[in-house]
């Protein structure tokens, strides 16, 4: 994000049209985001450009609306009121890109999905079921770790690897089955394979029988990912060369309409 000017009132209207304190306010908030969660006022201060006095002025009201708590150490942090605004996004986001969903199973025969990363976490926010017989159901609101899915591979792919063994640690490895990665070295070169191939697979990882092919969203405004799920015995390799070009069309449609929805 580039560095904001600082001005010597906080409701100047900004070079966009818009009030310039509101658009300073959502820019801290960013900007605690990628920092973690949690600043000091003179980080912000550092990365923003803006004056101690205006960010300490925005960081005040934002704590007395409850989107920013000031911590024991007098570092700021990312405040509870976020949550419910969050999830409420994230359930229109998926509810939204639903008919681009819809497409994929149209397409594909199979089931699809759509994924954020949450923290540390995938998180569902969409889905639509095959019309097959046998297919797969994950529950939407389902939270599932980054190293046994598709979906994880394919939204933590460009992250750097040390962000990527650091998240590792926090979370641990655990074995859905005898087949999920479950060290960091395995892990990185599966993100290795995605940035070659494209695309990203779930081979009965996450649950015996079943195979995963996930795409990212590219320049989504949050990290999310779409994927299709079936039985191992259609999602076959034959299969996978067929389907994996309309995951990739299908996540270019879905990037550019998020894009026409978000101008800059």
């Not at 002025?57 to 509870?80: D, E, I, S, W």
């Not at 076959?236 to 309309?246: D, L, N």
Request: with cysteine; aromatic share 4%.
């Amino acid at each position: 994000m580039p560095p904001s000017s600082a001005s010597s009132t906080d409701s100047t209207k900004s070079a966009t049209g818009g009030v310039q304190s509101l658009e300073r306010a959502f820019d801290l908030l960013e900007r605690m985001a990628d920092a973690g969660g949690e600043v000091g006022l003179s980080e912000l201060s550092a990365s923003s450009g803006l004056p101690l006095p205006t960010i300490h002025r925005l960081m005040r009201t934002l704590v007395v609306c409850g989107y920013v708590r000031q911590q024991a150490n007098r570092r700021y942090a990312l405040g509870p009121r976020l949550i419910r605004l969050g999830e409420s996004a994230s359930r229109l986001l998926g509810t939204w890109a639903r008919p681009y969903l819809a497409r994929l199973v149209e397409e594909t025969g199979e089931t699809a999905n759509m994924a954020l990363l949450d923290g540390d976490e995938i998180v569902y926010v969409a889905q639509v079921p095959s019309k097959h017989s046998m297919r797969m159901f994950t529950e939407v609101g389902r939270r599932v770790l980054p190293h046994s899915t598709g979906v994880g591979k394919a939204l933590l792919a460009n992250t750097p690897d040390h962000e990527v063994r650091a998240l590792l640690a926090r979370t641990g490895m655990p074995a859905a089955t005898d087949k999920t990665i479950t060290t960091p070295e395995g892990f990185l070169a599966a993100l290795e394979d995605v940035r070659r191939l494209g695309y990203a697979i779930d081979d009965n990882e996450q649950e015996i029988g079943v195979r995963c092919l996930a795409v990212s969203v590219p320049n989504s405004p949050t990290a999310a990912a779409i994927s299709i799920s079936g039985p191992a015995g259609r999602v076959t390799e034959s299969a996978t060369e067929k389907i994996v070009p309309i995951l990739q069309q299908v996540a270019g449609e879905l990037s550019e309409a998020l894009a026409s929805q978000n101008p800059a």
